[in-house]
């Protein structure tokens, strides 16, 4: 199972460093020794622009998700280092063991981000003989919302549920909540611990 571990602020920018710590950071790092199928992470801040100025393409937004994703493990990324001591007004951050043989590839490493929301999760969703969800094609989710997740995992799917609901006008509480029921029907014995930063 993944570790997952999030920050944030009541609306001003702290590195994951001011947070915790030196030390509790390099603990948190060195977890990817056994967590060692890769490692991400999604930064909220203020953008450097005004916020709504329109200049050709959308409209600059309030707030900026920066959202760094690896294959390797967090203790050999020379990233993780500058990325915890960056400002940020709240942080997702995810060390990987990957769930029931999935690969690892860029697509399955995590946070996800789609609409407005980075997403972590720490869990496997397979059933009792270990096959997971995503072999099951009729699961009742939008395969173009978890294309938009970015994903290509159980995770990946989880979230598109969460974002399926949110579609249908849930807010996002209850639509987590909606989620975990929905997949516990089918996946009643799995893990569903998350975090969702917006």
């Known amino acids: 199972m993944c570790r997952l571990l999030g920050y944030a602020t009541a609306g001003f920018n702290l590195s994951l460093k001011a947070v915790l710590g030196q030390d509790n950071v ?10 060692n199928d890769g490692w991400g992470v999604a930064q ?10 329109r200049d050709g393409g959308a409209p600059t937004p309030e707030t900026g998700t920066a959202v760094y994703k690896n294959t390797i493990a967090a203790r050999h990324d020379p990233i993780f280092d500058e990325l915890a001591n960056t400002p940020a007004r709240g942080g997702l951050w ?9 690969p690892l590839i860029l697509e399955n490493q995590q946070p996800f981000y789609a609409n407005g929301l980075s997403f972590i999760h720490n869990g496997d969703i397979s059933d009792d003989q270990g096959r997971n969800i995503i072999t099951n094609r009729a699961f009742p989710v ?18 598109a549920v969460i974002l399926q609901y949110i579609g249908f006008g849930f807010a996002l509480d209850e639509a987590v909540a909606q989620a975990v029921r929905e997949l516990r029907k089918s996946y009643p014995k799995s893990s569903y611990n998350c975090m969702i930063q917006s």
């Open 94 to 102: 995810h060390l990987r063991l990957a769930s029931s043989n999935l």
């Open 142 to 159: 939008d395969p173009n919302i978890v294309q938009s997740t970015g994903g290509r995992s159980d995770s990946a799917i989880f979230f």
């Open 26 to 35: 390099e603990d948190f790092r060195e977890l990817s020794e056994i967590h």
């Open 44 to 53: 909220l801040s203020d953008p450097a622009e005004a916020p709504h100025v």
